[in-house]
């Protein structure tokens, strides 16, 4: 089986020379892929399990249909869209603006996962740095980017529109270390799938 899967139609996701992965004694396939038009329903279910404030069908759409920087992926696991992640591409920067996952998902290093994959990926289509925004009281989020590399650089007041809440931003550099990974090893093969 092949595990990265792209749909020509929006844009192409990168191969992955490891791309499925077992944790924690789980037995379910991972698979990461481009995300087209038809998971939006499931994105938008789980973005309603996750989010105060959700993005609509319709943002989703936007950004797979207009945005030139947006690169959007799904991770299944046996066939079920268990999470997602999407980020903006501007030069060598590369900023988070979604990922989560389904709450039957969580606590199972499914998310440390699904965004060294988005970390991955943004380093081997020329990104350098990413960043990201996480409200300030969210400790579990902030604990998996601190693993990760990020570190906190600045504040957003008053950035998340349901309830005035402050952002934390964070940065990580795109290294190996960061990411997991010796310069070679599990490194992104160039083409489309």
């Not at 993005?55 to 079920?80: C, H, P, S």
């Not at 270390?177 to 160039?190: D, F, P, R, V």
């Amino acid at each position: 089986m092949t595990c990265i899967r792209s749909s020509r139609t929006i844009r192409s996701w990168p191969k992955r020379k490891r791309s499925c992965w077992r944790l924690r004694g789980e037995s379910d396939e991972m698979e990461y892929r481009l995300m087209n038009l038809d998971d939006i329903a499931a994105i938008v279910e789980i973005e309603q399990e996750a989010f105060t404030a959700p993005w609509t069908a319709e943002a989703f759409r936007n950004e797979l249909t207009n945005n030139l920087f947006a690169k959007y992926m799904v991770m299944e696991l046996d066939g079920d869209v268990a999470g997602y992640g999407g980020m903006w591409l501007i030069i060598d920067e590369a900023h988070v603006t979604n990922i989560a996952l389904r709450a039957k998902y969580q606590g199972r290093g499914y998310g440390k996962a699904l965004l060294r994959e988005l970390m991955k990926t943004a380093r081997y289509l020329g990104a350098r740095r990413m960043t990201l925004e996480v409200r300030v009281s969210n400790d579990r989020a902030q604990s998996l980017y601190r693993k990760m590399g990020f570190t906190p650089s600045g504040v957003r007041p008053n950035y998340y529109s349901d309830n005035m809440e402050d952002a934390l931003i964070m940065w990580a550099d795109l290294n190996p270390e960061n990411i997991g990974e010796s310069e070679t090893a599990g490194a992104l093969e160039g083409g489309e799938a």
